[in-house]
């Protein structure tokens, strides 16, 4: 037997704000009705719906207007990382979700790391990422990742390339013992 609730406020894996919603009456008895979550569905609550979806209507537009400004924003920016190398080129390390985020941060944009749809970046050159801001809204960022390569090995390009000699294999002494 199921009891009808609306939901007051989003109930995460429920539902969001006037949703009229089916749940077990202990559910509804014991943890929504008494945290101010939801309240019992009957005729006279009929009005506090209305007031509620309205609410809900308007907050979702502040949240798209939002989300809209902040994306307008992040598309304007270029990140720049520089990461250092071994001497074949290969980097130590990579450009993370996390990363981002806190550069994003430095910056006044404070975006969660779990909003960046970026794969660990690992190859020098430009590079972009996508950021969701939810309500189907999403950003785009550039990421410039630059090399710093070792001394030595900047050294080695400047100066001629020279083939080094390679020390001769030992041969294996046959011996032909009967």
Known sequence: MALEVILKQPVYGLGAEADLVKVKPGYARNFLIPRGLAVTATAASKKFVEDLKRKRAAREAAE???????????????????????????????????????????????????????????????????????????AKVKIVLQINKPEAAAEEEEAPKKKKARPAKAKAAESAEA
């Open 64 to 138: 798209l207007n939002d989300a809209n400004e902040k994306a307008t924003a992040l598309n304007k920016i270029t990140l720049t990382f520089q990461m250092e190398a071994n001497e074949q080129g290969k980097i130590f390390g990579a450009v993370t979700a996390q990363d981002i985020s806190e550069r994003l941060a430095t910056l006044g944009h404070a975006i969660e790391k779990k909003k960046i749809n970026a794969k660990p970046i690992k190859d020098e050159g430009d590079h972009e990422v996508t950021i969701a801001l939810g309500h189907g809204v999403n």
